[in-house]
């Protein structure tokens, strides 16, 4: 059963980058079809998507926050990453990693809180 | 951008049926998913490409895709189906979500 767990730190202060990591296990992060994906969730607030990426490192980004995300994968620790710099109060959220099989996310991590302190 | 629009909340007693719609421009172009939140725990897929069902979802959970609106249909409607749902279409590769609709058995 594949399943997908963040990492990183629960607290980052204002202005500094959010780095976290999603660990792929069960099943092979190496897939043609397949892209990793991160989605945040602000409290009391819906889901948000942030990107994409494929093992092959081709990412997609979302216009809105494309300038301050980077992405990459790393596939012989079957992870991938996501950090986001320049952090406001704003981007306190859960932040999820999730699988992205054609048109749909079929497996996603448990979410882990990040929040940014001023 | 794009935009998916969900109503904020629905209610239905237990056994109903609850129907939750999703409106976009041009919605019938895309496949549609929708993803149920239970307050505390990740989303989960009940619907994928407008009317699949993963494994493991009852059959209670349906959906389509019809005229610029894309709908998850609930039948006998139980009270562990209280949740948050989201609607969710990929558009020039770009991940969109509806803004969530909160559905309440009661």
């Known amino acids: 059963q594949l399943q997908l767990q963040e990492s990183g730190p629960g607290l980052v202060k204002a202005s500094e980058t959010l780095s976290l990591t999603c660990t792929v296990s069960?099943?092979?992060?190496?897939?043609?079809?397949?892209?990793w994906a991160w989605i945040r969730q602000s409290p009391g607030k819906g889901l948000e998507w942030i990107g994409s990426?494929?093992?092959?490192?081709?990412?997609y980004v979302n216009t809105a926050l494309e300038s301050r995300v980077t992405m990459s994968v790393d596939t012989s620790n079957s992870q991938f990453s996501l950090n986001l710099k320049s952090v406001t109060a704003a981007d306190t959220a859960v932040y999820y990693c999730a699988k992205k099989d054609v048109s749909w996310l079929d497996h996603w991590g448990q979410g882990i809180l990040v929040a940014v302190s001023s | 951008s794009y935009e998916l629009t969900q109503p904020p909340s629905v209610s239905v007693s237990p056994g109903q049926t609850a129907r939750i719609t999703c409106s976009g421009d041009?919605?019938?172009?895309?496949?549609a998913s929708w993803y149920q939140q239970v307050a505390g725990q990740s989303p989960l897929l009940v619907i994928y490409?407008?009317?699949k069902r993963p494994s493991g979802i009852p059959a209670r959970f349906s959906g389509s895709n019809s005229g610029g609106t894309v709908t998850l249909t609930i039948s006998a409607t139980q009270t562990m189906d209280e949740a948050v749902y989201y609607c969710q279409v990929w558009v020039n590769k770009s991940g969109v979500f509806g803004g969530g609709t909160k559905l309440t058995v009661l």
């Open positions: 069960g099943g092979a992060l190496v897939s043609t079809v397949h892209f």
């Open positions: 041009e919605l019938g172009e895309y496949y």
């Open positions: 490409q407008d009317k």
């Open positions: 990426i494929h093992y092959t490192g081709r990412t």
